[in-house]
């Protein structure tokens, strides 16, 4: 049993999530804290329920302290597990897709100083087997959301290609991901016949090549695909490059030659939006 009788998680069930996607201590105490909470505490055991209920869910989620959805996120590690095992989808792939809950737990305790969940509705798709992380990359096969690009019409069956904030984009690794990709989807999905990956991304914003030079990593990901414009605004550029939007010019971190880049080509009047990529299968 993973929850007892009262409804509250076990330490067993917190120790395996933890040690799967290498928590911190701190992260573990946290979370065994939290749980310990839960047994002296009904109204923290109601809300930790509805809202791990709903995640299973399509229904939108109901309001739960930040800390909580992490772990209700965490306890439903084992429903997770019995879905790809279901599909045949290899462990260490399983256990890559469910880093994402530290990689988003960092992201919080970085911007807050506390440790939380707030993409939760991000980490519903790990959960329900939509979405899984191959090598460096995360793929998620969804109908084409957008107009239509290239041969691609709305509607069609793709893989959406997600860049995970992990460490550097070496271009060994994506070529790498790429292929296990595809050899993933024929092994495990072949009844989802996919026509292209695309990638809708601020790291695809054709301005980047000519603002940083050829060798960077960035510069070598956009040559991987055929660009399309998008009509998506700076706000995602400026969230993963400044940790802020608008971009105050004058207060913004200058720490790499991406952030004093983009900086001059923001005073230039020319901030980075996105852009869309495609490789056809
Ligand atoms: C994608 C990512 C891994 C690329 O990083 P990378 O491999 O270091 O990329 P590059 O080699 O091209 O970097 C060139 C320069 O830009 C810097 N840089 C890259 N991404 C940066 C970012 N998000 N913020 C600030 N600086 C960044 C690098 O540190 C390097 O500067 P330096 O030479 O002064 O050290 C990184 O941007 C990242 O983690 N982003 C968060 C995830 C994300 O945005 N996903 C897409 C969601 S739509």
Not at 142 to 162: E, T
Not at 181 to 191: D, I
Not at 212 to 237: G, H, M, Y
Request: charged share 25%; glycine share 6%; with cysteine.
């Amino acid at each position: 049993m993973n929850i007892d009788a009262r409804g509250v998680v076990e330490k067993s069930l917190i120790d395996a999530g933890c040690a799967t996607i290498a928590a911190p201590n701190d992260l573990r105490q946290a979370f065994v804290n939290l749980a310990q909470n839960m047994s002296t505490d009904a109204a923290l055991v109601d809300t930790f329920h509805a809202f791990r209920t709903a995640l299973q869910q399509t229904e939108s989620l109901p309001k739960c302290p930040s800390l909580l959805s992490g772990l209700a996120v965490l306890s439903l590690f084992p429903e997770m597990e019995a879905i790809h095992a279901h599909s045949g989808v290899p462990k260490d792939i399983t256990r890559a897709t469910q880093a994402d809950l530290l990689i988003w737990m960092e992201h919080e305790k970085k911007r807050t100083g506390q440790w939380g969940l707030k993409k939760v509705d991000w980490l519903r798709h790990h959960l329900v087997g939509r979405l899984y992380r191959i090598g460096r990359l995360q793929y998620m096969v969804q109908p084409w959301y957008h107009a239509d690009v290239g041969n691609i019409c709305r509607g069609d069956l793709v893989i959406d290609v997600h860049i995970p904030e992990d460490g550097k984009l070496d271009r060994d690794d994506v070529r790498s991901s790429f292929d296990q990709a595809r050899v993933f989807y024929q092994n495990h999905f072949p009844e989802l016949s996919c026509r292209a990956f695309v990638c809708e991304s601020w790291l695809l914003d054709p301005l980047l090549q000519t603002i940083l030079p050829e060798t960077t990593n960035i510069v070598a990901f956009q040559k991987c695909w055929r660009l399309f414009p998008s009509e998506e605004d700076e706000e995602e550029a400026n969230i993963r490059v400044f940790g802020m939007h608008p971009v105050d010019v004058d207060t913004a971190p200058q720490d790499s030659l991406l952030q004093r880049s983009i900086l001059k080509s923001i005073r230039a009047g020319k901030p980075v939006r996105c852009g869309i990529g495609l490789i056809s299968i």
